[in-house]
């Protein structure tokens, strides 16, 4: 326990002092006969924080109407994406009233809910894809004009491009 108690208040040990512990002795401790034990010292290591960056107002700027742009891009996206998946759906509905409609029997009715459904997920997945593209490419375009202005990570805010939708 002294030991870790040693490293969590910064006590520097050496080998010696540390082998010591292994061995039974007393933690920062060397004895020799007619030399008091020397005093335990501790110090305090403070951790290396960065200084802040300063970024001037034209390289903010320059952000800024990146992630105007990025966002505009995303938003008309996502418009497509739902007005896409709203026609699917109502295709879809349309489809199966029309197939539940049928009076030629079941096997016709089961052939046709089956394209509704083969549609839909045709449908689905072409929105899907098209909101990818568009995405990656929002971001792509993004990363580019941002590097394009020079400006530090510090002021991106691509940590956080893993909270966007991801689709279906």
């Given at each position: 326990m002294q030991?870790?108690?040693s490293v969590f208040t910064g006590v520097a040990l050496s080998a010696g002092s540390f082998f010591g512990f292994l061995h039974g002795g007393p933690v920062g401790t060397t004895?020799?006969?007619?030399t008091p034990p020397p005093v335990a010292s501790s110090t305090i290591t403070k951790w290396h924080q960065p200084e802040p960056v300063v970024v001037s107002a034209?390289?903010?700027?320059c952000v800024g109407a990146a992630v105007s742009t990025r966002e505009q891009t995303l938003d008309a996206a996502e418009v497509n994406l739902t007005s896409a998946l709203n026609s699917a759906y109502s295709?879809?509905?349309?489809?199966l009233v029309s197939a539940y409609a049928l009076t030629t029997g079941g096997g016709a009715v089961?052939?046709?809910v089956k394209a509704a459904w083969q549609g839909f997920s045709s449908s689905t997945?072409?929105?899907d894809k098209t909101w990818r593209t568009a995405r990656a490419?929002?971001?792509q375009a993004f990363m580019t004009a941002a590097k394009a202005c020079k400006?530090?990570?510090?002021?991106?805010?691509?940590?956080?491009?893993?909270?966007?939708v991801s689709g279906q």
């Open positions: 030991f870790l108690a004895t020799h006969p007619g034209t390289t903010t700027a295709a879809r509905a349309s489809a089961s052939a046709a997945k072409s929105a490419g929002a971001w400006a530090p990570a510090s002021i991106l805010d691509t940590n956080d491009s893993a909270l966007e």
